[in-house]
């Protein structure tokens, strides 16, 4: 079993940079925000997020929905995380 170890500071450091006064977050960044937290994603979201992951790539607006979902599950935790 490999560890999966996840530096929380450069975490919080690229969520802090990430948040923008408009809170909106380029696609790129926020699919390696949630990729950076693995081990809080199931399978089927690693899988969509690395389906998505592709330079200029246009989402639905049934792809946005679902990446919004696993985008605010991951800054969810990471909250979680900060309080702790």
């Known amino acids: 079993m490999t560890a999966v170890i996840v530096d929380l ?7 802090a940079a990430a948040a923008a006064p408009s809170d ?7 699919i390696a925000i949630c990729l950076a ?3 809080i994603l ?5 899988r969509f997020l690395a389906s998505i992951r592709h330079p200029n790539r246009v989402l ?10 696993i985008f605010d599950k ?9 309080a702790s």
Request: proline share 7%; net charge negative.
């Open 60 to 69: 639905s607006p049934k792809q946005q929905a679902v990446m919004q979902q």
């Open 24 to 30: 909106e977050v380029p696609l790129d960044r926020a």
């Open 42 to 46: 199931t399978p089927w979201e690693k």
């Open 74 to 82: 991951v800054w969810g935790a990471a909250e979680e995380d900060d």
């Open 9 to 15: 500071a450069a975490y919080r450091a690229a969520r």
């Open 37 to 39: 937290r693995r081990e």
